[in-house]
């Protein structure tokens, strides 16, 4: 799944099964199931990858 967040934006992940990775430009982060994610305002664009299930919030 790829995503990208302008300055006006924020996007909040709650991952409910599962576990993968999230990447943005700069770096690459691995998450399960239980993790809170947070991408700030701004990061651009991202890629979520693995076998999962999340809730996707963007504000």
Same mark, same amino acid.
């Given at each position: 799944?790829?995503?990208?967040?302008? /300055?006006?934006?924020f996007?909040?992940?709650?991952?409910?099964? !599962?576990?993968g990775?999230?990447?943005?430009?700069? $770096?690459? =982060?691995?998450?399960? /199931?239980?993790?809170?994610?947070?991408?700030?305002?701004?990061? !651009?664009?991202?890629?979520?990858?693995?076998?999962? $299930?999340? =809730?996707?919030?963007?504000?």
């Amino acid at each position: 799944m790829f995503g990208e967040i302008d /300055k006006t934006s924020f996007v909040s992940i709650l991952v409910m099964e !599962g576990k993968g990775t999230i990447r943005d430009k700069e $770096e690459t =982060l691995t998450f399960k /199931k239980g993790d809170s994610l947070f991408v700030t305002a701004n990061i !651009g664009e991202y890629e979520l990858e693995g076998a999962f $299930e999340a =809730l996707v919030t963007t504000v």
